[in-house]
């Protein structure tokens, strides 16, 4: 009996088109490792992938006060009074955020330091400006290994940690500011 070998559906096909495109557009930027994960995709999948890393590549880097149009720009931490500073930190948090950049960790920093390290740290960051909207840049403010383990690793990674040093962890604390900040998962 004669086999009969499948029609390919038009959306198949549009599908194979657009990862030889993809391919081929990736072929400068390209090395083994991402060949070898992308291998292990459906089409429709590694396609997404491929896109993905081809919106990383050709996204400029940039200062993130420049991902604002005007570019974001808040007053000097010295400059802001305390009444002042909880009005402003909370807008430049929603702001940041409208931006699809979430910010991780802060609840050992008080109002101050934590607008202290926006203004200082994040504002003038250069980081890759993505436009995809499922993609969240997670700043991780918690500064230094020991505020990590003291507020915010739960008892596995602080063994694991230990194990690797060696070295006894900091006793853990609760952080002294919970505060609600608007968050995308990681």
Known sequence: MPRRSR???PDEIETLLQNARL???LEP???ESLTTISEK???QRENEYLSAILAWERAPALPIAEWFEPPL???HPDAVSGDELRRVLWDTIHKLFEKRIVLDFTHHLSDRQLYSLIYRDILPAYEKKIDA???????DCAGD???WLRHYA???ERDWWQRQTGKEPPPHEPPPYPRKLPKKPM
Not at 133 to 139: I, P, T, Y
């Open 23 to 25: 391919r081929d557009e």
């Open 73 to 75: 720009s808040i007053p």
């Open 41 to 43: 995709l459906p089409t």
């Open 133 to 139: 909207a499922d993609n969240h840049l997670h700043w």
């Open 7 to 9: 029609k390919p559906h």
């Open 154 to 156: 739960d008892d596995e």
């Open 29 to 31: 930027f390209v090395d």
């Open 145 to 147: 290994e020991e505020a």
